[in-house]
């Protein structure tokens, strides 16, 4: 089995190649598609291909869109237990003020980064960029 490459804030960002190359360029030229057949041909039949070409592209983005929110969800689940884990008594309470972006730093130096994270209200790419060791998440889509 070939080695994954170690992720950093670089090279952290996934592409699935069928959806983000494939499927969404097409699905969101298809209602610009459908709208000049009906330009071209008016009438029912293309009226209705349009209608349903406007669904589909929706229906596309919004399964996209849920899919992406159940998956933050177990991540910031998993989350709380790991910070519950791994923070000293004073940081616990203050887990649900934490970006999710901490699941990127390993063990060692998460006490640290959740300090300066809270007392400099530092943003999700702040908080990437400040990882000395990366944790990696290769399963996140």
């Known amino acids: 089995m070939a080695e994954k490459k170690p992720q950093t804030f ?15 360029p097409v699905f969101i030229l298809l209602p610009f598609v459908a709208a000049v057949h009906f330009i071209r ?3 029912l039949h293309s009226g209705f291909l349009f209608v349903v ?16 929110k ?6 910031r ?12 008594e004073p940081l616990r309470s203050r887990i649900p003020e934490l970006s999710e972006a901490l699941r990127f730093a390993s ?8 300090g300066r994270a809270l007392s400099e209200k530092l943003s ?3 908080i990437k960029k400040a990882i000395q060791t990366w944790r990696p998440d290769y399963w996140r889509v």
């Open 53 to 68: 070409a406007m669904a589909a592209t929706i229906a596309v983005l919004k399964i996209r869109l849920y899919t992406l």
């Open 124 to 126: 999700r790419a702040d």
């Open 10 to 24: 670089a090279n952290h960002t996934r592409y699935d190649l069928l959806f983000h190359f494939f499927a969404l």
């Open 107 to 114: 063990d060692a130096e998460l006490s640290t980064l959740v």
């Open 77 to 88: 689940l998993e989350e709380r237990q790991r910070l519950t884990t791994l923070l000293p």
């Open 70 to 75: 159940v998956q933050d969800r177990v991540i």
């Open 41 to 43: 041909h008016p009438g």
